[in-house]
């Protein structure tokens, strides 16, 4: 828009009404652009409907995980608001302490906002109404703070004294005056209140009131969402205010921390925080957080929308080396979902089994042909006879379809609890050969043929040394992971789980003379033993330990170590029937999120890169065809800026403005058309000055150069490398 | 003792009872009432009273006040976020509501001054009216002429008023460098080890004879008078551990008169309230319940140190401390390849034997930090938007300081806030040796 000013600065256009943009549906977005519109509508509505059932799920999963700190935090509150009243000797001649509660939360700020939402919905709804919560940012004096707890209290405008508000003093001044900005006035408040709901309770009998009395007087909760960031001086002020008022009224503190409760101790002087009565909450730690999030969301059969390994890396990353944050990768999570279900036309048939064999059926010759270009289907094709049946024959097309989609959700039935057990094998295994979390298993498993691995081999090789105890209590926790399975194939896999425990139980009872077969090799040890003694040569050690190693092997086994054999083989037979990645499986394209580049480029914004790429090669982003230039170099048609950028590129420390000037005059000209000949060319008009001149502010804005005093007339170039 | 107060225009049976309610502060008491005179008698305009915490300032002048009956304001001077609920607050209380309504929006002193004798023209002052301003020391942070005028308020307003303000700080730290009214100080001294004892064994248990408190209080003060001399903190204490003292004579093992075993049996309970609850590592309600439950030492606050942070915000946070007490000098040292055999002899300036640590961190560039961070980082590292956020999310966590100003978007400067062993631990989390890097430790 433009101004009629002379003077550059910033000017605010208040938006017409007139102009209002008509808003548009989610829908229209999703099908704008989306590949393969006409199955558009329908993977917007699987789409929806997945995420919504994600949402709850999690949603249900944090208050879940929460519930535990929000009950004890509950519990603190009432109890606190009980004992205030007890007129026993002890707390009368106690100093009243405010009571506090210091939440310590974990570093992944982003994810409190949740917690401390459902804390305060849950406190207002069980305990008291009075509940302000205040973030550091919004107080920056100790008049703002009262302000804010004022205001979100007694839920009323509040004067500060100030001049920031002149204007609202002139709308409203009776009300401004009326209440002012101290706790007294809270006092005041809060004495009516609790009169007030003591009065409008008539159906209560006068002596029910009186043993109610504690209820009568709900705590004034106030949350410190992150007292980190609070200005202590301010914090220690408000606090001793606060002091001042705890025996008319009933306040309490929660503390958000996010570091360590020793911070209160930073923060706080003794003088204080001895009148604070600081109870401390753990919550649970992120990473916990995030590995049952993983196992509710990625590792199960119930959604089949499924990222692929690369994708699942990225979003694991990006948690465990930037933010810890469990609402990001949700929130990763969602963009993957929104991104497959764009991108990917046949995700109409990434949905429930049943709902897909229908989706199948309705797939146009468009969508056949693409199943057809699959890589998946293509590798699937090569290994049947019927080819050009499959290739021609649409309907047939279709029942393979339907065929190879059961497939795929059986398969995802059955590697689960596969998945699991081979974690709950592998995960007390000394050194982890596998991994600790089951998420890096997972991962392990989305790659490659896991049985493949030198990894799991040793850890094969470390479940055949395991003692009985452990072998049993490990194979039964197996069994328990096995036993809700719905599936044929998981039911046999228990049975003969079950057998094999069975035995093994068996042979507690059977035991019965072990010491003839365990005094053969003690006495063989104390053999090695003394030959171990005798010599110290590393070489040496390692060999005969090979050789005791052998003849351990030669030996014959007992019936225990058969038994065992048997039953890591009998896992090893599972992991190779089911663990299989799901690249070999045909179709997996339509389940499958494979992009990992994309959501490492929304989710993990790299500003510099972009900005370089875009000024080295505008075509990128311009996309128009007359700036197609080869590698490294730039089109003389391209934005002045870019221009000023590749010719800066050419220089060393400090650059020469007027030579600089000259160069990128000489460029303009030439793609103005100008004939190169002619004396006209590179002569410096005053147009190409100026945008000569505004290219370099943008380069200096952008941090690319900056004004030097070394030398007159020079820049100096900010970064390095280029030409 | 009681006949120690006594001034004609009291109230003799008054004022017996507020000398009752005023152990060993008779003095300071009787001195304060002379200074005050007679009710309608005008008194001297300010008066200064000063002494350490809990040493009865504010309790002498509540008594006084209040069983005198006097007209008085009392305020704190920490709840005064603006002028104008000063004002507001004293015309309220002496004129009522009407006259605080008179005074305009973010009132000035003569605004103040100027309602303040209108209504006192109306309504003048039979007795002396005291305003009583607690935390004084606050007032040097506010207005310059604020507490200048507050000296001469009386001659001001011209009516029976007098300022009291209390104090921690002696006079001396207050006066102005222009100068202004000498108030009349008035210190009130701590309370002695047996003025203690004496106060203390007032507030005695309803249903445990005096003697007996009283040498729990003996043995209290014998534990914590070292340490604490804060009357508010010892009565805190002494209710605390009161259950515990009698728990003995309640189960019958020791008879109340049996003073050595009494002290054999809450000692040890004493000592650990000294490293614990007094110094409110537990809290007093955890305190109460493990005298009750007999629970295993609770971990206090200060021990929970541990911070779980992200990869690369471990990473950066490692690259700031280097930055902060290593000079920047010695950088090519520590983080180039082929630096070459470079003693720390050679870097040594004159000044600079003293260790970084014991000068404390030096703020350092953002591009200094970054350089850092690449090197001491293992693997290849995109300069992404969240290393930045997850720099100033470090920021907001007290870790790093921020030291250039908030304005100053081009080159910030930072400050590492964090302890030695804080960042050991951090590093031995992603096994990085960080003393190898240490200039000071080379």
Same mark, same amino acid.
Not at chain 1, 491 to 516: C, H, R, S
Not at chain 1, 613 to 639: F, H, R
């Given at each position: ?24 549906? #989610? ?43 929000? =009950? ?89 004294? =100030? ?105 706080? #002087? ?52 930037? =933010?810890?944050?469990? %609402? ?36 146009? #010759? ?186 351990? %092997? ?45 959501? %490492? ?123 | ?36 005179? &007679? ?47 000063? +004002? ?319 304005? &100053? ?22 096994? +990085? ?10």
């Amino acid at each position: 828009m433009a101004t009629s000013s002379f003077s550059r600065g910033c000017f605010v256009f208040k938006p017409s009404a007139k102009k209002k943009k008509m808003t548009v549906g #989610p829908e229209r977005y999703f099908t704008h652009g989306s590949e393969g519109s006409e199955s558009s509508e329908v993977r917007f509505k699987i789409c929806l409907d997945l995420w919504n059932k994600v949402k709850m799920e999690t949603e249900a999963l944090q208050d879940e995980l929460n519930r535990n700190i929000l =009950d004890s935090l509950l519990e603190f509150t009432r109890k606190c608001s009980s004992t205030r009243d007890h007129s026993d000797w002890a707390s009368q001649m106690r100093a009243s302490e405010i009571p506090t509660a210091a939440l310590v939360l974990g570093v992944n700020i982003p994810d409190h906002d949740m917690t401390f939402q459902s804390l305060s919905d849950l406190l207002r709804h069980s305990v008291t109404p009075h509940v302000a919560s205040l973030q550091a940012k919004e107080c920056g004096a100790l008049k703002h703070l009262m302000k804010r707890v004022l205001e979100r209290l007694m839920g009323a405008v509040v004067a500060v004294g =100030d001049e920031e508000e002149e204007e609202l003093q002139q709308t409203d001044p009776e009300l401004q005056k009326s209440v002012h900005c101290s706790l007294t006035a809270l006092c005041d408040w809060y004495i009516s209140k609790t009169k007030k709901s003591s009065c409008s309770a008539p159906g209560k009998k006068r002596s029910s009131s009186v043993v109610d009395g504690q209820h009568q007087q709900p705590p004034v909760v106030i949350i410190f969402k992150d007292l980190e960031a609070f200005n202590s001086r301010v914090l220690q002020d408000f606090i001793l205010i606060c002091s001042r008022y705890i025996r008319r009224l009933p306040l309490m503190f929660i503390f958000g921390i996010a570091t360590s409760p020793s911070t209160i101790q930073h923060m706080l #002087p003794n003088s204080v925080s001895s009148l604070l009565c600081i109870e401390l909450f753990q919550s649970l730690s992120c990473t916990q957080h995030l590995t049952t999030v993983i196992d509710k969301l990625i590792l199960t059969s119930s959604f089949p929308f499924k990222l692929s390994g690369k994708v699942m890396q990225v979003l694991v990353s990006i948690f465990l080396y930037h =933010d810890f944050s469990v %609402r990001n990768f949700i929130k990763g999570f969602q963009l993957a979902l929104l991104e497959h279900f764009h991108s990917q036309p046949l995700s109409s048939l990434c949905c429930r089994k049943n709902e897909a064999q229908l989706n199948v059926q309705q797939l146009g #010759p468009a969508d056949l042909e693409r199943i057809r270009q699959l890589p998946s289907f293509k590798r699937y094709l090569k290994e049947q006879e019927e080819q050009d049946n499959l290739m021609t024959d649409d309907s047939h097309l279709k029942d393979v379809c339907q065929k190879l989609i059961k497939g795929l959700h059986k398969y995802h039935k059955n590697y689960y609890p596969i998945l699991r057990c081979l974690h709950c094998l592998t995960s007390s295994l000394p050194r982890y050969p596998l991994g600790k979390q089951i998420r890096e298993l997972h991962l392990i498993c989305l790659e490659k043929n896991v049985w493949e691995s030198e990894d799991y081999q040793s850890a094969m090789k470390l479940l055949k040394m395991l003692a009985k105890g452990e072998l049993i209590s490990l194979l039964q926790t197996c069994a328990e992971v096995l036993q809700p399975v719905r599936s044929k194939k998981m039911k046999n896999a228990l049975v003969q789980l079950e057998e094999l425990l069975a035995k093994l139980k068996l042979l507690d009872v059977a035991v019965v003379g072990p010491a003839a077969a365990e005094v053969a090799p003690s006495v063989e040890e104390n053999l090695t033993v003394r030959n171990l003694q005798k010599k110290t040569d590393l070489f040496q050690l390692q060999k005969m330990l090979l050789e005791m190693n052998e003849s351990r %092997r030669s030996k014959r086994m007992s019936s225990f170590e058969i038994l065992r054999n048997e039953a890591v083989e009998f896992v090893d037979s599972l992991v190779k029937n089911h663990l299989s990645p799901p690249e070999s499986k045909p179709l997996y394209e339509v389940c499958y999120y494979t992009s990992s580049a994309t959501v %490492r480029r929304h989710l993990n914004a790299t500003p510099r890169t972009s900005i370089q790429a875009a000024l080295s090669s505008p075509y990128s982003y311009i996309q128009n065809d007359s700036l197609k230039t080869e590698d490294g170099t730039v089109s003389n048609a391209a934005p002045d800026i870019c221009i000023a950028y590749k010719l800066h590129l050419e220089c060393g420390r400090l650059i020469n403005l007027y030579d600089w000037l000259e160069a990128y005059s000489t460029v303009v000209s030439a793609a103005e058309g100008s004939n190169p000949d002619s004396d006209g060319l590179g002569k410096v008009d005053e147009v190409k000055h100026a945008r000569f001149i505004r290219a370099v502010s943008e380069l200096e804005f952008l941090g690319f150069i900056k004004a030097t005093r070394k030398k007159t007339d020079h820049v100096a170039r900010l970064t390095w490398g280029g030409c | 003792m009681a006949g120690l107060l006594e001034l004609p225009g009291y109230d003799e049976e008054r004022l017996r009872r507020v000398s009752e309610q005023l152990p060993c502060r008779e003095l300071q008491a009787g001195l304060l009432l002379s200074l005050m005179g &007679q009710p309608q008698q005008y008194c001297y305009p300010s008066l200064f009273i000063y002494g350490h915490r809990a040493s009865g300032k504010s309790h002498v002048l509540n008594v006084f006040m209040k069983d005198l009956e006097l007209p008085h304001v009392t305020v704190s001077c920490v709840e005064c976020v603006s002028v104008a609920l000063l +004002f507001e607050k004293v015309l309220q209380s002496f004129f009522g509501g009407n006259a605080a309504s008179l005074l305009p929006r973010s009132p000035s002193l003569s605004d103040f001054v100027r309602i303040y004798r209108q209504q006192s023209s109306q309504s003048p002052a039979k007795q002396t009216r005291y305003i009583v301003m607690e935390k004084a020391e606050l007032l040097r942070d506010g207005d310059v002429n604020l507490l200048p005028t507050l000296l001469r308020l009386q001659e001001l307003v011209k009516d029976n008023v007098s300022v009291i303000l209390l104090s921690e700080i002696v006079w001396d730290k207050f006066r102005p460098n222009t100068g202004c009214f000498e108030p009349l100080l008035l210190h009130f001294p701590d309370y002695s080890k047996g003025e203690l004892q004496q106060i203390l064994s007032t507030d005695r248990h309803p249903s445990y004879s005096a003697e007996f408190y009283s040498s729990y209080i003996n043995m209290l003060l014998g534990v914590f008078y070292p340490i604490c001399r804060d009357l508010r903190e010892l009565r805190h204490l002494a209710a605390l551990n009161f259950s515990k003292f009698f728990e003995p004579v309640a189960a019958g093992k020791v008879k109340e008169t049996d003073t050595h075993k009494l002290w054999k049996y809450i000692e040890p309970h004493l000592k650990k309230a000294m490293q614990t609850v007094y110094l409110r590592e537990v809290s007093s309600l955890q305190w109460e319940q493990m005298a009750e439950h007999e629970t295993g030492a609770l971990r206090g606050l200060s021990a929970h140190t541990h911070v779980e942070l992200p990869y690369y915000s471990k990473f950066l946070l490692i690259a700031a401390y280097l930055a902060s007490y290593n000079p920047a000098r010695t950088d090519k040292r520590f983080f180039l390849k082929h630096h070459g055999k470079i003693r720390k002899t050679n870097f040594l300036k004159k000044n600079e034997k003293t260790s970084n640590h014991l000068l404390g961190p030096k703020p350092f560039p953002l591009d200094r930090l970054l350089a850092v961070f690449y090197s001491v980082v293992d693997s290849r590292v995109a300069p992404t938007a969240s290393i930045f956020s997850q720099i100033s999310s470090l920021v907001t966590l007290q870790l790093l300081t921020l030291v250039s100003h908030d304005d &100053q978007l081009d080159t910030p400067k930072y400050k590492c806030a964090v302890s030695l062993d804080f960042i050991s631990a951090i590093s031995r989390t992603v096994n +990085f040796d960080i003393v190898k890097y240490l200039y000071d430790f080379l």
